[in-house]
């Protein structure tokens, strides 16, 4: 099954440049991306174009030249590249392997590395350039943990790339985002944090290291705002707005890293929280009092809820302790 076609018209409106001449073309694209030699497959050559937006440590953008062309980049620049192909493909060479990209596939490149491309006379890339300390800072990943070869259509990356999409196609969500530098850091986060935590899992699985996966790090920001406000009432949009996410996407980072929804993982904490209160309470202490301190408001439920975990009531413990 063949993925979705990728629309990045909102980038449209953020157009460095068109030209038929090659020289400014690469003089053009090296004021963004790194120095490159460009070689045309054909004398006459065709329209070159580039639309390029940032978004704190992100650089969003599409590349056409409107002729086969090869790309040869000495070292990447100081950034991690990823690139894919909106339309057509390219055959990319890189750490020493040569990769096919598509719609499908696309390629990630790290800080230093060398690649060649030959691309299609009808391709146009899709590129990303992410800051390598935004990146390490916010996910604790280097090169070492991500792979080159990036599924871009597959299940694994799925939920960041309808998320890039939407960035990508959105021009009221891009003019807000160049307007606001609290939303352009929070649309940086999120994408961050979505390709690290999703491509790190690709590759840790494909490797045969599933248990290595490091929760991402909206999901360690929503676990460090419930730890210190566990007591208190807690609902999923606060958390999700602490976290720097959507509510969807802190579903899906729980759900796929610690097994469990973030209103689950609250009251697994409290309950903890509780038997280990119950523990060291003095005799004269009420179960009652221990619930509440602990963010249960409905003592009926919260008996239930710490037998089935416990296999024994409340009172059974602060008697035992």
């Known amino acids: 099954m063949s993925p979705a076609a990728f629309h990045a018209d909102a980038l449209r409106s953020y157009r460095l440049f068109e030209s038929t001449d090659l020289d400014e073309t690469r003089e053009l694209i090296s004021r963004v991306m790194q120095p490159h030699a460009l070689e045309p497959a054909s004398s006459g050559g065709g329209r070159s174009y580039m639309d390029f937006v940032t978004l704190g440590g992100l650089g969003l953008g599409t590349i056409g030249f409107g002729d086969a062309m090869r790309v040869d980049v000495k070292a990447v620049d100081g950034y991690y590249l990823l690139m894919f192909c909106v339309v057509g493909d390219a055959e990319v060479r890189t750490m020493g392997r040569s990769l096919q990209v598509n719609r499908r596939q696309g390629v990630l490149c790290a800080p230093g590395q060398a690649f060649a491309a030959h691309l299609s006379p009808d391709a146009e890339q899709f590129v990303l350039r992410i800051d390598p300390v935004a990146l390490e800072m916010q996910t604790g990943l280097t090169a070492s943990g991500l792979a080159s070869l990036v599924p871009v259509g597959g299940i694994h990356l799925r939920s960041w790339m309808q998320q890039l999409q939407l960035v ?29 935590a999703r491509h790190a899992a690709h590759a840790a699985e494909s490797s045969g290291h599933v248990t290595k996966t490091v ?17 208190e009432p807690l609902e999923l949009l606060e958390i999700a707005n602490a976290a720097g996410v959507s509510a969807r996407t802190l579903r899906d980072g729980f759900q796929h890293f610690k097994g469990v929804s973030p209103m689950q993982f609250v009251r697994q904490l409290r309950l903890e929280r509780a038997r280990n209160a119950l523990r060291e309470a003095p005799s004269d202490v009420r179960v009652a009092e221990i619930a509440l301190d602990c963010g249960f408001t409905h003592l009926g439920r919260f008996a239930i809820a710490y037998k089935q975990i416990f296999g024994e009531s409340p009172s059974d413990t602060l008697r035992i302790r």
């Open 168 to 196: 990508a196609s959105s021009a009221e969500l891009l003019e807000c985002a160049r307007s606001n530098p609290a939303i352009a850091m929070q649309l940086e986060r999120l994408l961050i944090d979505l390709f690290a």
């Open 215 to 231: 929760s991402p790090a909206f999901v360690k920001r929503a676990e460090a705002f419930i730890e210190a406000h566990c007591s």
